[in-house]
């Protein structure tokens, strides 16, 4: 990691909002080495320095990384007037943090959420470029045809643009199916399936990149990534934290 303002990483590792870490560290209860600093934008890089704050060395000056399986109702949103998002399912020590989520579902779309405070890190994993392929499971309204799997493999013509290729399995029955694609445009699965004349009734997202979301996890619930899921995350987008 570069190195970074001092109130950043201690907003970030000691779960605290930007201006909270300010006060304490112009409080003076921040250390950097050793020695209390006392400018929130001094640069530290914390590969090599050490930062503490009231005396207790923060260990987590990493970027958050959480995976919330996302209820049907909810909007990936901040926040919203009107209907419940995902900031209203998270307790507020991460509510703070200002979190985004890495590549949107629709309201009536479940399952995987990427939810971190790294924007690097969202915009790698949405970019075509980085190669994150996003795995969606989708029930439809009628059956999917085996010349479907062609039509998604050789790139669909959406009207306004031409799908990347995706490779769509069709699970027995024809009614469900998975479907691997590695943009995120909007509603793009869903106008997938329509272009060939069916509708979806059901789509949960099931993997993002190296992430697969947690089959323990109830719908509504989150938790944080393990340190494997992180290193494989950071290693596909070659960002290496
Ligand atoms: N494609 C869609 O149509 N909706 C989503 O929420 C995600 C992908």
Known sequence: MAA??????????????????????RAGQVTVDGQVCRRPDTHVDPAVQCVALGGKTLGSLQPVLLMMNKPAGVLTAARDGRDPTFQDLLPEKYARLGLSAAGRLDKDA???LLLTDDGELVHRIISPRWKAEKLYYAELDRPAEPDD???FASGLDLGDFTALPARLTILP???ACTVAVMEGKFHQVKRMFAARGKKVLRLVRLKIGTLELDKSLKSGEFRELSESERRDLYEMTELYR
């Open 149 to 151: 799997v062609p039509a």
């Open 173 to 175: 029955g024809g009614k």
């Open 4 to 25: 970074e303002r001092l109130d950043k990483l201690v907003a970030q590792g000691g779960l605290l909002t930007r201006k909270d870490a300010r006060e304490r560290i």
């Open 110 to 112: 479940e399952g995987l």
